[in-house]
Nanobody, 126 residues
């Protein structure tokens, strides 16, 4: 089993930056694909950014050039990051971390391949 815990959310003014973290534990390995999703009330959860076991990255068009996904695979520790710059009010959402053993590139930003999810962290841009 894999456990995911997000942190780093908060309130920021438009144009500002935030860095989200997701600490992974349990049976996760460096081969896992990991991703960030976000959801606002009344809307479906959307993929924001993903990174696979080979560190290939994938981004939603709406965040390209503003958000950067990365991961730290230190010994016995896996942490996923999302650096968010030039934030806009449209980025306001609950952000979720997700993980799955292997997710093929074309599906990296789709919700259905991921079996492991964090509890979410709120990001508010005003």
């Amino acid at each position: 089993d894999v456990q995911l815990v997000e942190s780093g959310g908060g309130s920021v003014q438009a144009g500002g930056s935030l860095r989200l973290s997701c600490e992974a534990s349990g049976s996760i390995t460096s081969t896992y694909s990991m991703a960030w999703f976000r959801q606002t009330p009344g809307k479906e959860r959307e993929g924001v950014a993903a990174i696979d076991g080979d560190r290939r990255t994938y981004y939603a068009e709406s965040v390209k050039g503003r958000f950067t996904i990365s991961k730290d695979n230190a010994k016995n520790s896996y942490t996923l990051f999302l650096q968010m710059d030039a934030l806009q009010s449209e980025d306001t959402a609950i952000y979720y971390c997700a993980a799955q053993r292997v997710v093929a590139g074309p599906f990296a930003l789709q919700e259905w391949p991921y079996n492991y999810w964090g509890q979410g962290t709120q990001v508010t841009v005003s």
